[in-house]
């Protein structure tokens, strides 16, 4: 089955600061990758997302990128500030499972003022 | 816009006990997907359907059973609940189409 490496696990930046998260997966068959932020107790938000057609989306403060090739992509967040502390989990998902998500471990991104 | 319901937000249960979850997923989303995150840990998918139909099956111990109705909610049901099964577990929404799964706020089991 597929299987999401996350790093890193834990992530300090300043205010203002940009900050960089990197998954890898392992199925050449996984087309979806899906980014979502989770503060604590609360449910998993979708924020970005990337289909396996598309090398780079951005929104906003938000970018994502997608290398096929070396089956890896990564979360981009420019400007960061404090309400942007949250644990980030990426995700890939194929058709052969139905698009059931495979998330990463997580990282717990905290941006001090 | 309307999001994923489920209820109850909370459930306390003794060990040996059974649970029954429910989702609503959003309005006119034809796919169900149940996830149970363990405290500290990502998301584990346990059961999918779409269409009514069991579309995939994860991480779901036999003494959890799962299904969709014709009004799309659906419902997971938990047997012999052990302490492991402890944990906030999430109803996600999707059109097949467009993949992206919106979550429910999840229900927290606590079994004692």
């Known amino acids: 089955g597929e299987n999401v490496e996350q790093h890193p696990s834990t992530l300090s930046v300043q205010e203002g600061d940009s900050a960089v998260i990197k998954c890898t997966y392992s199925d050449s068959a996984s087309n979806y990758f899906p980014w979502y932020k989770q503060e604590l107790g609360k449910r998993p938000q979708l924020i970005i997302d990337?289909?396996?057609?598309?090398g780079e989306k951005k929104d906003q403060r938000i970018a994502v990128t997608l290398n096929k090739t070396a089956k890896h992509f990564s979360l981009h967040i420019t400007e960061t500030q404090p309400e942007d502390s949250a644990v980030y989990f990426c995700?890939?998902?194929?058709?052969?499972?139905?698009?059931?998500?495979?998330f990463g471990k997580g990282t717990s991104l905290l941006v001090t003022p | 816009a309307a999001g994923v319901i489920q209820s109850p937000r909370h459930l306390i249960k003794e060990k040996r006990e059974t649970a029954t979850l429910k989702c609503y997923p959003i309005?006119?989303?034809?796919?169900v997907y149940w996830y149970q995150q363990g405290p500290g840990q990502d998301p584990q998918f346990l059961i999918s359907?779409?269409?009514?139909?069991?579309?995939d099956k994860g991480s779901i111990p036999d003494r959890f059973s799962a299904q969709q109705f014709s009004d799309y909610h659906s419902e997971l049901n938990m047997s012999s609940l052990e302490l492991g099964d402890s944990a906030l577990y999430f109803c996600?929404?999707?059109?097949?189409?467009?993949?992206?799964?919106?979550f429910g706020p999840g229900t927290r089991l606590t079994v004692l």
């Open positions: 996600a929404s999707s059109l097949v189409l467009y993949n992206e799964q919106f």
């Open positions: 995700a890939a998902s194929n058709s052969n499972s139905g698009y059931a998500l495979n």
């Open positions: 990337i289909r396996s057609n598309v």
């Open positions: 359907f779409y269409e009514k139909m069991q579309s």
């Open positions: 309005p006119r989303h034809d796919t």
